[in-house]
């Protein structure tokens, strides 16, 4: 007996994406008219027919996507935005938890397993990778803006970004890079290995010192270094904005110029980097695609489970007033 067509026969017979197929099929917005008589036509060219029991099965759904975020961190918060865009493009809610220093990121999880949601999506995760596993066979879980193994996965090239940095700065004439590093956070050994990668490559040496993804971490990495004479470094680059500003905040109050004498780069490109009076070079994330990307995902996997994937946008810089050519 021949098996029944599936969505992902006609997403192939119809030349698009099996999310796509699920957004026809269900009738919710985010397809084109062009796109749903495309779709429609593969449908009935092929024999598909919906399964009635899939449909009980929608029935009962919740249409609801759950997503735990840091609060304080701009990057999650552009992350956030995009996917309620995103996701009402799918026609699906959006229920936020938040990580805040009195409420860990087990908690955030937990209650939204309790509201029903069909998918998770987590921003910056530090849970470990058998801790998001074992969630993952409770219901869909999406990493966003980590790499990890084991459950899909939505992020930026790391290693290219953080190469993209020291790159730009080689170009520039520093022969010697600070890089203020972001010790276990998601992101951060991806982001080491692209900056001794790119190091090598442009025969410049790095110096790495233990930095942080707060402003503090930041400001505490500048008090170490600034007022060394001599030892002052002509480039330094931050795990991300926020530990940028920390450190140009302590260096600019004493007295030190930027770019004149330290040229600085973030990475995340969020909004205080645009600032006027920041004007901070930084590497840029798409934040719009990425949470795009996660929340297509968390769909497709709500649809049908599947292997997990690692799906990785690239990065691009952002040049701006913060950095220029070494002091003589």
């Given at each position: 007996?021949?098996?029944?067509?599936?969505?992902?026969?006609?997403?192939?017979?119809?030349?698009?994406?099996?999310?796509?197929?699920?957004?026809?099929?269900?009738?919710?917005?985010?397809?084109?008219?062009?796109?749903?008589?495309?779709?429609?036509?593969?449908?009935?060219?092929?024999?598909?027919?919906?399964?009635?029991?899939?449909?009980?099965?929608?029935s009962q759904r919740s249409n609801?996507l759950g997503v735990v975020f840091?609060?304080?961190?701009?990057?999650?918060?552009?992350?956030?935005?995009?996917?309620?865009?995103?996701?009402?493009?799918?026609?699906?809610?959006?229920?936020?938890?938040?990580?805040?220093?009195?409420?860990?990121?087990?908690?955030?999880?937990?209650?939204?397993?309790?509201?029903?949601?069909?998918?998770?999506?987590?921003?910056?995760?530090?849970?470990?990778?058998?801790?998001?596993?074992?969630?993952?066979?409770?219901?869909?879980?999406?990493?966003?803006?980590?790499?990890?193994?084991?459950?899909?996965?939505?992020?930026?090239?790391?290693?290219?970004?953080?190469?993209?940095?020291?790159?730009?700065?080689?170009?520039?004439?520093?022969?010697?890079?600070?890089?203020?590093?972001?010790?276990?956070?998601?992101?951060?050994?991806?982001?080491?290995?692209?900056?001794?990668?790119?190091?090598?490559?442009?025969?410049?040496?790095?110096?790495?010192?233990?930095?942080?993804?707060?402003?503090?971490?930041?400001?505490?990495?500048?008090?170490?270094?600034?007022?060394?004479?001599?030892?002052?470094?002509?480039?330094?680059?931050?795990?991300?904005?926020?530990?940028?500003?920390?450190?140009?905040?302590?260096?600019?109050?004493?007295?030190?110029?930027?770019?004149?004498?330290?040229?600085?780069?973030?990475?995340?490109?969020?909004?205080?980097?645009?600032?006027?009076?920041?004007?901070?070079?930084?590497?840029?994330?798409?934040?719009?695609?990425?949470?795009?990307?996660?929340?297509?995902?968390?769909?497709?996997?709500?649809?049908?489970?599947?292997?997990?994937?690692?799906?990785?946008?690239?990065?691009?810089?952002?040049?701006?007033?913060?950095?220029?050519?070494?002091?003589?």
């Open positions: 007996m021949r098996d029944r067509p599936t969505l992902q026969d006609v997403a192939e017979r119809a030349g698009v994406s099996r999310a796509l197929v699920s957004i026809v099929m269900r009738d919710a917005p985010g397809a084109s008219a062009a796109t749903r008589a495309r779709v429609r036509a593969a449908a009935e060219e092929i024999g598909y027919r919906p399964d009635p029991r899939a449909r009980l099965l929608r609801l840091t609060a304080g961190q701009e990057f999650h918060a552009g992350l956030v935005d995009g996917v309620y865009r995103a996701a009402e493009a799918h026609g699906y809610d959006v229920l936020l938890s938040c990580v805040t220093p009195h409420h860990g990121e087990a908690k955030a999880v937990r209650t939204l397993l309790d509201d029903r949601c069909e998918a998770l999506l987590l921003i910056g995760s530090e849970l470990p990778a058998r801790d998001l596993t074992d969630l993952d066979t409770r219901l869909p879980v999406v990493a966003l803006a980590r790499k990890v193994r084991g459950v899909d996965a939505v992020r930026s090239d790391d290693a290219v970004g953080a190469g993209l940095a020291v790159d730009h700065l080689a170009e520039l004439g520093h022969t010697t890079i600070t890089y203020l590093d972001g010790g276990r956070a998601p992101g951060a050994a991806e982001r080491r290995k692209g900056v001794r990668r790119a190091a090598a490559a442009a025969g410049v040496t790095v110096t790495t010192v233990a930095g942080g993804i707060t402003e503090q971490a930041g400001a505490g990495a500048a008090t170490a270094l600034v007022g060394t004479g001599s030892s002052l470094p002509t480039a330094v680059f931050a795990f991300n904005d926020r530990c940028a500003l920390g450190f140009v905040d302590v260096a600019i109050r004493a007295g030190v110029t930027v770019p004149q004498q330290v040229s600085m780069v973030g990475y995340d490109d969020s909004p205080l980097a645009g600032l006027a009076h920041v004007d901070l070079t930084t590497v840029g994330q798409d934040t719009g695609r990425l949470a795009e990307l996660a929340v297509a995902r968390a769909i497709e996997r709500g649809d049908a489970p599947g292997v997990p994937i690692d799906v990785v946008c690239e990065p691009k810089l952002v040049v701006r007033s913060s950095t220029a050519a070494p002091r003589t």
